[in-house]
């Protein structure tokens, strides 16, 4: 069997409240950036990355980190072939698409639906997902924990679980039902490179202060809010969050307000001072107002 490698770039935003990742059209699907290694001409794998980035979408990208392996057999469905994928993870600001590029900015909860619950629990999924799990067997207890049923609390850091919980049940089109399911579909495994990569950066809302390379320079604390939100998919409590984001040393007001229609807002900007002053400069991912 031959073995090719390949990379993914899971290219995330936060635009006009919500959580962005950048596609192509891939079989009349939205795939993520992607393409393979050259092993006589690519340097290194980022090099590579980068490179199908570039002519695929027209980014540029700044910093980018590995996110994750997949290797599972068949999992790009070409006979004879084993595909290794190595998925790297990208926070961006939005930019607009150059022309002639087919490339586009999806919104992530269209793919996964179930884990925006900003506004409460997504009920017509839960009821699919429950009626679902009355035949589940041993499924039944890991998909009441996972997805907040029957009385259980909600833990926004089980994203890839709930993804291969879906899968498991045939609740998602690309598992091995092909029936249609919840949220609209990827290629191949990019809806769970997706999930994963929106694990990986709800974990790192904790500890690192990732969220300031989606925002532009100067923000307000409401817009800050509402990215972190968007993030994490869950509402936060408005005094709560902007008492931890200021006694944290985050932020720092500049002295300007904005320019719009009503009352004018406070501009701030990220302190990067807190990197070295503090070991774990996150934000957390937020308790439900």
């Known amino acids: 069997m031959e073995v090719r490698v390949g990379l993914n770039a899971l290219i995330l935003a936060v635009t006009r409240d919500q959580p962005r990742v950048m596609t192509i059209p891939w079989s009349q699907m939205a795939a993520l950036p992607f393409g393979d290694l050259d092993s006589e001409d690519d340097r290194t794998l980022e090099l590579a990355l980068r490179r199908w980035v570039r002519q695929q979408t027209g980014l540029e990208l700044g910093y980018v980190e590995q996110l994750y392996s997949f290797g599972d057999r068949a999992r790009d469905r070409v006979p004879g072939v084993r ?12 930019e607009a698409i150059p022309p002639k590029i087919s ?22 999924l839960n009821k699919q997902l429950a009626t679902a799990l009355q035949k589940a067997g041993d499924l039944r207890l890991r998909g009441q924990i996972a997805f907040g049923l029957e ?16 899968y498991q049940l045939g609740l998602v089109q690309e598992s091995e039902s092909g029936a249609p399911g919840l949220g609209e579909s990827m290629a191949l495994d990019h809806r769970r490179m997706l999930a994963t990569a929106l694990a ?40 709560n969050f902007r ?13 300007q307000l904005t320019r719009s229609i009503g009352r004018p807002a406070e501009l701030f900007h990220f302190r990067r001072e807190v990197l070295r002053e503090r070991p774990a400069p996150g934000v957390g991912l937020p308790r439900q107002a």
């Open 200 to 239: 990986r950066i709800r974990g790192k809302l904790r500890y690192r202060p990732v969220i300031f390379e989606m925002l532009p320079e100067e923000f307000t604390l409401l817009q800050l809010q509402k990215a972190v939100e968007a993030l994490s998919g869950v509402p936060v409590h408005k005094q």
């Open 151 to 166: 009385g259980a609390p909600w833990d926004g850091y089980r994203v890839l679980e709930r993804y291969e919980l879906l």
């Open 83 to 94: 595909m290794i994928s190595i998925a790297y993870l990208a926070l961006v600001r939005e």
């Open 103 to 124: 490339a586009s900015w999806r919104d992530v909860y269209d793919f996964l639906p179930w884990e925006d619950w900003r506004k409460g629990p997504p009920d017509a």
């Open 243 to 255: 008492r931890l984001v200021e006694q944290g040393g985050l932020v720092e007001g500049t002295g």
